[in-house]
């Protein structure tokens, strides 16, 4: 790609000679501006699937609140009534949470918090939707339509936990999910303990990132499938990210002290963090793809401790 420079030699690093750069975000999120094409067919597929259905939900990832909301979505909802729920608290900060909570409610929006693994939120679920529709449910009673459910669509970006959710609230495993992006191919109806009908749907990204960040951040938590990523690339700026925001639980959990990481760059610190995890090759460097394995992993779930990338917008404003 033009003008794009690997942050550290392909080859073996020779002492002195080539000094390894700091990877810029910029270049990152060019790596991954895609859209392929089944979920360009998908998009399309839920602007039909609307017609069908009284409400969406809107899943997404408690940890990218922003990243992980697509930006076209009212416009892909119109004026359809729907309910946002902030998915996997179980791996987001408690503290960044409550500020989100705060947040949602001081903009007057409905937010639900939801961990499909706790169980989180998940009771709020139906009497939310309920309750957002429930002047349409009226005109049914009054219609005498007894056994017409509502029926709700649940939308959001890949790997975000739809097909996980509607699990839960069915209580038994009726759509396939996995620890992947990309699960879910086709729309599957669900109907739920008669109360409600859902439409689980593939996920969706958008097709270009307006902030370059946000094709970072969807990479971190697992949105994008890591096989079309460098993931060394995206480990060492996860490294970086994450010294940034949380450099105590980062250091503890690999045994580097505060002080000897105040003065690395990204990458020697992603280094040593191989190091200290003893993946090595021969010659005594660090094995940079099993220390991006380990350190996605990782972070993916929350071994290196509950962590929110994204602060709501008063916070991020004073750089929080
Ligand atoms: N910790 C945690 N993991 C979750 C939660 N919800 C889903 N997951 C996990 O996230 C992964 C993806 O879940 P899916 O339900 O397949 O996600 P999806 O949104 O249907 O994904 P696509 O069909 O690919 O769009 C699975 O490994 C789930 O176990 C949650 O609330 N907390
Ligand atoms: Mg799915």
Redesign the pocket.
Same mark, same amino acid.
């Given at each position: 790609m033009a003008g794009y420079k690997p942050y550290r030699p392909k080859k073996k690093k020779t002492e002195n000679i080539f000094k390894p750069q700091e990877i810029p975000a910029r270049e990152v999120s060019k790596v991954i501006q895609w859209f392929p094409g089944h979920m360009a067919k998908a998009k399309r597929e839920i602007a039909q699937s609307l017609s069908l259905v009284d409400a969406a939900i809107e899943?997404c990832d408690a940890r990218i609140p922003i990243s992980s909301r697509n930006p076209q979505i009212d416009e892909i909802l119109g004026s359809k009534p729907s309910l946002l729920i902030l998915?996997?608290?179980?791996?987001s900060d408690p503290e960044s949470n409550m500020r989100w909570k705060e947040y949602y409610k001081s903009i007057g929006k409905k937010a639900i918090f939801?961990?499909?693994?706790t169980g989180e939120g998940i009771n709020d679920i139906i009497p939310a939707i309920r309750e957002l529709l429930k002047e349409k449910l009226a005109r049914f009673e009054e219609k005498g339509m007894i056994g017409r459910l509502p029926r709700v669509m649940i939308i959001?970006?890949?790997?975000?936990?739809?097909?996980?959710?509607v699990n839960k609230l069915a209580g038994t495993r009726r759509?396939?999910?996995?620890?992947? =992006?990309?699960?879910?191919r086709e729309n599957q109806w669900v109907t739920i303990k008669s109360s409600i009908e859902l439409l689980?749907t =593939?996920?969706i990204l958008w097709p270009k990132f307006e902030d370059e960040r946000t094709g970072l951040r969807l990479a971190y938590t697992g949105a994008i499938r890591d096989e079309i990523l460098d993931r060394e690339d995206i480990a060492v700026s996860l490294c970086k990210t994450l010294y940034k925001k949380y450099p105590r639980e980062l250091c503890e959990r690999y045994k580097i002290s505060l002080e000897e990481a105040e003065n690395l760059m990204p990458y020697e610190l992603f280094e040593l963090i191989g190091k200290n995890r003893g993946f090595l090759v021969s010659g005594g460097e660090t094995d940079y793809a099993r220390t991006s394995v380990m350190l996605l992993d990782e972070f993916r779930s929350a071994k290196i401790g509950r962590m929110t990338l994204e602060e709501p917008p008063e916070r991020q404003a004073k750089n929080l």
């Open positions: 899943l998915n996997k608290t179980s791996l939801t961990d499909c693994i959001g970006i890949t790997n975000s936990g739809k097909s996980t959710l759509a396939k999910a996995e620890n992947r =992006p990309g699960v879910t689980d =593939p996920g």
